[in-house]
């Protein structure tokens, strides 16, 4: 038996590992801060549930990150502080996010953060993160999927030139 067998959790994490679980943990917090920010510029309440519904996502995944980064010695992140509510009029029209670009924004963040997940399971080589990044990855194509439901529901999806024509057989 070597020293990579058994429990996971009582296997030591590499470095890759290491830095991957404090990598997200620094870009959720620092994505549930814009989102937070986001509140304060949504006047859609699907999409003001749809955010809601990510910054939730967003504490419930940076606590279990959190415990292992803990219960391996390594040091967490900085929090950024907690973004306090305001009224949606109060923020003039040029200086307001619009709906779309909010939607926007956090699809991309979700692309990016599938990119991630991957790119930490293909690293990993204990059994338990690499399901963890897995579950995440999971959760993040879900919240993909009904943001882009959304887009396409409420007109602000922009699609790329679509390919109409097909090369002619001969």
């Known amino acids: 038996m070597g020293i990579l067998s058994g429990n996971p959790q009582s296997e030591p994490l590499h470095y890759g590992e290491v830095y991957s679980l404090w990598s997200y943990l620094a870009g959720s917090k620092a994505m549930k801060a814009a989102y937070q920010t986001f509140l304060n510029h949504i006047g859609d309440k699907d999409l003001k549930h749809l955010i809601e519904e990510s910054i939730q996502t967003c504490q419930n995944e940076e606590k279990r990150v959190e415990e292992i980064l803990k219960e391996n010695g390594v040091g967490l992140p900085p929090t950024p502080p907690e973004r306090p509510l305001a009224d949606l009029e ?44 897995g579950e995440f990855h999971m959760t993040k194509a879900q919240q993909a999927a009904r943001y882009l439901r959304l887009n396409k529901e409420k007109g602000w999806l922009v699609p790329p030139p679509l390919h109409m024509q097909k090369p002619a057989e001969e």
């Open 90 to 133: 109060s923020i003039p029209p040029g200086a307001r996010f619009m709906d779309n670009e909010i939607s926007y924004a956090a699809s991309a963040n979700l692309a990016a953060g599938l990119v991630m997940c991957s790119g930490a399971m293909g690293n990993c080589i204990r059994e338990d993160i690499a399901m963890l990044f």
